[in-house]
């Protein structure tokens, strides 16, 4: 049974920082990619970040372009979001996620619960 839990989510002011975790579990994911989406209230579900297990090859949305860092620790089966420079519009339920890969989140299999990420202004 695939599993992703994801942690490492919380409150922080406009400016801070924050990592968050994703734990697979379950199968071997060397052939996926491993993303990051996040959704706020009333807004669709957006693609932030993305990283090749294999390949450890990264995608960005522009959005968080030069901010936001994914990698991942194959020893550990774990991928990591690393935000910094966080702002207000930031704030949304961050889920992890794996499968094929791309933009969309039709691209992916497995997701995890989410966890919450809230700045503060």
């Known amino acids: 049974q695939v599993q992703l839990v994801e942690s490492g989510g919380g409150l922080v002011q406009a400016g801070g920082s924050l990592r968050l975790s994703c734990e697979a579990s379950g199968r071997t994911f060397s052939s996926y990619a491993m993303g990051w989406f996040r959704q706020a209230p009333g807004k669709e579900r957006e693609f932030v970040a993305s990283i090749r297990w294999s390949s450890g090859n990264t995608y960005y949305a522009d959005s968080v372009k030069g901010r936001f860092t994914i990698s991942r620790d194959n020893a550990k089966n774990t991928v990591y979001l690393q935000m910094n420079s966080l702002k207000p519009e930031d704030t949304a339920v961050y889920y992890c996620?794996?499968?094929?890969?791309?933009?969309?989140?039709?691209?992916?299999?497995?997701w995890g619960q989410g966890t919450q990420v809230t700045v503060s202004s």
């Open positions: 996620a794996a499968g094929g890969g791309g933009w969309s989140a039709n691209g992916y299999d497995y």
